[in-house]
């Protein structure tokens, strides 16, 4: 109902109670009559001026919130290379650990630039995204060709910091204030300690939950995100969850895939200040970033509700299908947004469309317990490209071009790192995911995407990331005795580890 038919409303309520006060009357009847009369008057009136007022103040709500949604900003046309890197290589060499999204960038910058795609050329590296690290820097002291490399969140620092690795990304004409519609915090992570920009994303990764939603029916009588969602809305809710999941499934069904991504989910969205602080690791801020997850984790691998199964080995995945070895070991996944759109690890972990145990299509995904992100990729240039204008190229119609960007989203369904291209897909409602049965996961994680906050991030993330989540796997296993033993080791490894870094 609106104000105005609130007003009249009021108004004939206080008439039929001033009729009221007369049918009831006694010697006083017309004096009560007017006073009812009167006060009726006066309300309707006050009600009258409030409502006016609410409407104001709704119509400036509205007003706010539309001002809210960005709009677009002009940015420069992509700029010459500087002349300190080469030009004229015979292919733009792009290292990476997989091609899953560099096999739809090659359409997209081909049809963009008008570079043949089969200039671009994939250098892999024969590794897990965690292991490139020190897989990149191999291939950099070797006579390899490089002309372009992606990075993780969790190390790009370490190559941005140096500049044998990489180049400012000026040097293929590419500058800060294109990126006037990204957001924020990925501009910051492209920075160095200098803040010269040396590289640029592609993507935001906030995370969610992506669940089965045959299992969801069948374990909890749930057949809506809503419903999901408000069923593991904290962590207390999600284990309570989990409980009742385990149990129905006859104990074996965890709710949880991995540690891992138990891990990823608690870390980036609930840690509040960073590992390493002016090049120490301390033992009390330690504690402080590890909240109460080692616990939290011992206890909930124990009762069954997160999966043996660890992150990027051959158990992983298969645990989202319905026949095999794996089959309905976990209810859902910890995953990002690059982990949600065509060929990613959810294609992975559904299987074909047709195929035996494939669980195609019967996912959807909920924000979860907390608000999180993992990581996401930068695109870095080498120092060693010979190919500098095709390096600007890929960087910018990948990177800064709405048009380019949006041709992506609709082909991969990854969230892309320019605002006006994603509220503008989540308006039209264009984004329906065959792998979600037809959910646009954009929109559900575009609340998380704009609250993504790095500023605790350092060079040392992927180091301290994994050897936690040994340490943690080999408490839950039972080979660490205690808490106290497990968050000891896992100083000690990081004392042996970062031999840069100060751990007391």
Do not use: H
Request: hydrophobic share 40%; with cysteine; aromatic share 10%.
């Amino acid at each position: 109902m609106n104000n105005l038919k609130k007003t009249l409303a009021l108004v004939a309520a206080l008439a039929m109670t001033a009729t009221a006060f007369v049918g009831c009357g006694g010697s006083d009847d017309a004096s009560t009559s007017e006073s009812a009369t009167e006060a009726a008057t006066t309300a309707a009136e006050e009600s009258e001026a409030e409502a006016t007022e609410a409407e104001e103040s709704e119509a400036e709500a509205t007003e706010a919130e539309e001002s809210e949604a960005p709009a677009e900003a002009e940015v420069p046309a992509l700029g010459a290379p500087d002349g300190s890197l080469g030009e004229g290589g015979d292919k733009l060499t792009i290292l990476c650990w997989t091609e899953d999204d560099l096999s739809y960038m090659y359409d997209v910058v081909a049809n963009a630039s008008g570079m043949a795609k089969d200039k671009m050329n994939w250098a892999q590296v024969g590794t897990k995204g965690g292991e490139a690290n020190e897989k990149y820097a191999q291939y950099f002291a070797s006579d390899d060709d490089v002309d372009l490399y992606f990075c993780d969140a969790d190390w790009n620092m370490a190559y941005q910091n140096n500049d044998e690795y990489s180049a400012p990304l000026s040097a293929v004409g590419i500058t800060e204030d294109m990126y006037a519609n990204a957001y924020g915090y990925t501009v910051n992570m492209g920075k160095d300690q200098n803040g010269v920009l040396k590289g640029a994303t592609w993507q935001v990764a906030a995370g969610g939950y992506a669940y089965r939603t045959d299992l969801a029916e069948q374990y909890l009588g749930i057949t809506t995100p809503e419903d999901m969602q408000a069923a593991i809305s904290d962590w207390d809710a999600f284990w309570a969850t989990a409980a009742t999941v385990y149990e129905k499934s006859g104990n074996t069904t965890a709710m949880a895939d991995s540690l891992g991504g138990v891990w990823r989910a608690y870390s980036n969205g609930n840690r509040t200040s960073a590992w390493v602080q002016d090049g120490v690791i301390t033992a009390d801020n330690s504690k402080a970033c590890l909240g109460d997850f080692i616990s939290m984790a011992k206890t909930n691998y124990d009762a069954g509700y997160i999966s043996t199964a660890s992150q990027w080995t051959d158990d992983w995945l298969p645990q989202g299908q319905s026949a095999g070895a794996q089959a309905n070991k976990t209810f859902g996944f910890f995953f990002p947004t690059w982990s949600l759109g065509a060929g990613s690890q959810l294609s992975q972990a559904e299987g074909e469309e047709g195929a035996e145990g494939s669980t195609y299509g019967k996912f959807n995904v909920v924000s979860g317990p907390t608000g999180w992100f993992w990581g996401g990729s930068w695109i870095c240039v080498s120092p060693k490209s010979d190919n500098a204008t095709e390096a600007g190229q890929f960087i910018y119609y990948m990177t800064v071009d709405a048009t380019s960007m949006q041709a992506y989203v609709d082909a991969k369904g990854d969230f892309v790192n320019n605002k006006v291209v994603m509220n503008n897909t989540i308006a039209a409602g264009t984004n329906s995911n065959p792998l979600l049965g037809g959910q646009d996961q954009l929109a559900t994680l575009s609340e998380s995407a704009s609250k993504i906050d790095m500023s605790i991030a350092t060079q040392y993330d992927a180091t301290i990331n994994q050897t936690l989540q040994d340490v943690v796997q080999l408490y839950c296993e039972g080979d660490i005795a205690s808490e106290d033993d497990c968050v000891n080791e896992f100083l000690d490894k990081l004392a042996a580890s970062l031999t840069d870094v100060t751990v007391e």
